[in-house]
C-alpha cells in the first residue's frame, strides 16, 4: 500500500521560505509515476503547485513559477516543496501526492493527510 | 487558468441518486479525457474514485460512476449512502503539462 507523509513547519513568518518535505512509504520513487504538491487555502478550493519526475523534471503553476522548486530525493525516497518570500496567500493546507502517469493514464492517486502551513506577519 | 466550476453543495436521500457536474474548458476537461474524482472527508487524504474520466480504482463501489460531455464531467452517486456524506472535487489535466481542481461539492445524505 502507497502512503504519503508531509512534514515541516506549521508556522512561517512571511517574507521568508516554506520547505515540506514528503516522505513516500510502499513504493520507491526512482521506480516512476510523478510526484506532486496541490494546496486548498483556508475556506478555498484546490490548486495545483507543480510536480517532479522521478529524474528530476519539473513542471510548476505558472502563477509560482518564480517562486517555487520542487525536487525529488530517490536515495531518502522523498520529494520536496520550497516556496520563497511567502505572504499570507500561501497560508492553506499542503498535500504531496503520486501522480499516475502512463501513455494512457494519468491522475493522482494517492495523497497524504497534508499539513497546514500558517504564514504570520 | 480558473479552477473547474463544480456546485458547492448537493443533498439526497438515502438510496437516491445525484449527480455532480465539473465545469471547464476546452483547453481541459473538454481536450483531454484526464478527468478524475476525489473524496475528502477533511482531516484525511483525498480518496481517488474515478480516474480517466469513467474508470474505478479497485476497491471503489460500482455506485460512483463517472461520464464527460464536452467541457463537463460528472460523477454520479447511486444507492446514496449515509457513509457518502464528504466533499467531492474534480480534476483535470489541462494544456502546458498542468493540472486544475474544481472548488469541491459537500454531498449531505438527508
Known amino acids: 500500500q502507497v502512503r504519503l507523509q508531509e512534514s515541516g513547519p506549521g508556522l512561517v513568518k512571511s517574507s521568508e521560505t516554506l520547505s515540506l518535505t514528503c516522505d513516500v512509504y510502499?513504493?520507491?520513487?526512482?521506480?516512476?509515476?510523478?510526484w506532486g504538491w496541490i494546496r486548498q487555502p483556508p475556506g478555498k478550493g484546490l490548486e495545483w503547485v507543480g510536480t517532479?519526475?522521478?529524474?528530476?523534471?519539473?513542471s510548476y503553476n505558472a502563477s509560482l513559477h518564480d517562486r517555487i522548486t520542487i525536487s525529488a530525493d530517490t536515495s531518502n525516497n522523498q520529494f520536496s516543496l520550497t516556496l520563497t518570500s511567502v505572504t499570507a496567500a500561501d497560508t492553506a493546507v499542503y498535500y504531496c501526492a503520486r501522480q499516475y502517469r502512463t501513455t494512457s493514464s494519468l491522475h493522482f492517486d494517492y495523497w497524504g493527510q497534508g499539513i497546514l502551513v500558517r504564514v504570520s506577519s | 487558468q480558473s479552477a473547474l466550476t463544480q456546485p458547492a453543495s448537493v443533498s439526497g436521500s438515502p438510496g437516491q441518486s445525484i449527480t455532480i457536474s465539473c465545469t471547464g474548458t476546452s483547453n481541459d476537461i473538454g481536450r483531454y479525457n484526464y478527468v478524475s474524482w476525489f473524496q475528502h472527508h477533511p482531516g484525511n487524504a483525498p480518496q481517488l474514485m474515478i480516474f480517466d474520466v469513467s474508470r474505478r480504482p479497485s476497491g471503489i463501489s460500482t455506485r460512483f460512476s463517472g461520464s464527460k460531455s464536452g467541457n463537463t464531467a460528472s460523477l454520479t452517486i447511486s444507492g446514496l449512502q449515509t457513509a457518502d456524506e464528504a466533499d467531492y472535487f474534480c480534476s483535470s489535466y489541462t494544456t502546458s503539462d498542468t493540472w486544475l481542481f474544481g472548488g469541491g461539492t459537500k454531498l449531505t445524505v438527508l
Open positions: 510502499g513504493y520507491s520513487i526512482s521506480v516512476g509515476h510523478w
Open positions: 517532479v519526475s522521478q529524474g528530476g523534471s519539473t
